[in-house]
């Protein structure tokens, strides 16, 4: 059996699927979890792969909710990754009801060609890419180190096999001051939330000077008690992002530089963390992301390069980018006019053009693995990935 005979396997794989993927979709969308938190959407597409012959693993990393199914024996082995934790009050706003189904939809396909070439197929259960990170711990817990190549497809409005994809660290901080009337003794105050105003509009100015494809944006989270109250106490979260690590490192300073400069300028004093989990940018491989919009293209879907007007987004697959050979394409079930994270794009993962995204998002990642799996592609794609 050729390639292209193993391609048309494929695709008749998933067709065979189509009812108990869109149904599976579905079932995560109406059941939407927040990160950490996804227990019936891990056992639903974890049931799914064990009753197709996969060996499953739960709760791997020490992650409740993350899991990796395998089938097959030994390297080479090609990871699709699957993702299914939802917004909050959003729900599933971001498509993981879909990015979670076409790994599963896709690895179930890909057994043709295990039996075929050998190998084997992971596919990597990774919740609370919603900015908890999961990803990362399970790097930081080897899941990914005896991996040679990794997917993972991303529902939007264009079909695109590259993003970029910025480093994105997370910033907690506090302002404590001292209460009063407001009106009675405004004197005997110290006023934590003008610190906090006084440090967005040091934020504010630091913008005009920082690179195009940096990133800074942060609420408050506690602003006070009462407008008589002087506010004793304010706190609010950041997210710095940058197109890469070291420019992330100083853009960290500078932000910080602003909060300590409004507590000096109000008399608050300032806490704040970093949180230990920093998004990395994405490693696009280019010899793995050709392949993926031969198929892709192949499937009827016009590819274009990656668009900035999207916006400049970050994720958790960065990180697994810098440690295994990786793509994050895009593809699309949605006008150009609806962005993500709103209830507009929420609806679309349930709709007609999500379950058709869905199966060719399905198809293209097994039909992919079919193409590195083929002898001598592996080695142009760790070449690649050594060289960068």
């Known amino acids: 059996m050729d390639t292209e005979d193993l391609k048309l396997k494929i695709e008749e794989g ?10 599976l979709s579905l079932k995560i969308h109406a059941n939407p979890e927040l990160a950490f938190q996804e227990e019936k959407a891990a056992a639903w597409l974890t049931g ?24 097959g024996q030994g390297r080479p082995a090609v990871a699709l990754l699957a993702e299914y934790d939802a917004l909050p009050d959003l729900g599933h706003a971001c498509g993981h009801n879909i990015i979670g189904v076409s790994a599963v939809g896709a690895g179930v396909a890909s057994k043709s060609v295990v039996d075929r070439l050998g190998g084997s197929v992971v596919v990597v259960g990774t919740p609370a890419e919603e900015g908890l990170g999961g990803k990362i711990d399970m790097v930081k817990g080897g899941v990914f180190d005896d991996l040679d190549a990794a997917m993972i497809i991303h529902p939007n409005c264009l079909n695109m096999v590259t993003i970029d994809a910025l480093a994105c660290s997370t910033l907690d901080v506090e302002f404590f001051g001292r209460p009063a009337h407001a009106a009675g003794q405004p004197h005997e105050g110290i006023n934590a939330l003008e ?3 006084l440090a967005f509009n040091s934020i504010n100015s630091l913008r005009q000077h920082i690179k195009g494809d940096a990133r800074i944006h942060g609420i408050i989270t506690d602003g006070g008690e009462a407008p008589n109250i002087v506010p004793a106490h304010s706190a609010g979260q950041f ?17 910080l530089n602003c909060f300590a400069g409004a507590a000096l300028a109000s008399g608050a004093r300032l806490e704040y963390t970093w949180r230990d989990k920093t998004y990395a940018p994405m490693a696009n491989n280019a010899t793995m992301a050709e392949l993926f919009g031969r198929n892709l293209g192949s499937l009827g879907r016009e590819v274009v390069p990656f668009d900035a007007d999207l916006g400049f987004g970050s994720t958790d697959m960065g990180n697994v980018s810098q440690v295994v050979p990786s793509i994050h394409p895009i593809i699309a079930i949605a006008s150009t006019d609806v962005s993500l994270h709103t209830p507009e794009f929420a609806a679309a993962a349930a709709s007609e053009a999500g379950h058709q995204g869905l199966i060719d998002a399905a198809k293209a990642m097994a039909m992919t693995l079919a193409d590195v799996l083929q002898p ?5 794609v760790r070449q690649e990935f050594g060289a960068g």
Not at 14 to 23: A, G
Not at 376 to 380: A, F, I, T
């Open 48 to 71: 799914y792969l064990e009753e197709n012959g996969f060996d499953i693993e739960r709760g791997i990393a020490g992650l409740a909710t993350a899991f990796r199914a395998t089938y």
């Open 239 to 255: 997210l710095v992002r940058a197109a890469d690590t070291g420019y992330l490192a100083e853009l960290q300073d500078k932000v």
């Open 14 to 23: 998933v067709e065979l699927q189509r009812p108990k993927l869109i149904e």
């Open 195 to 197: 610190a906090m105003i």
């Open 376 to 380: 001598g592609m592996l080695d142009k």
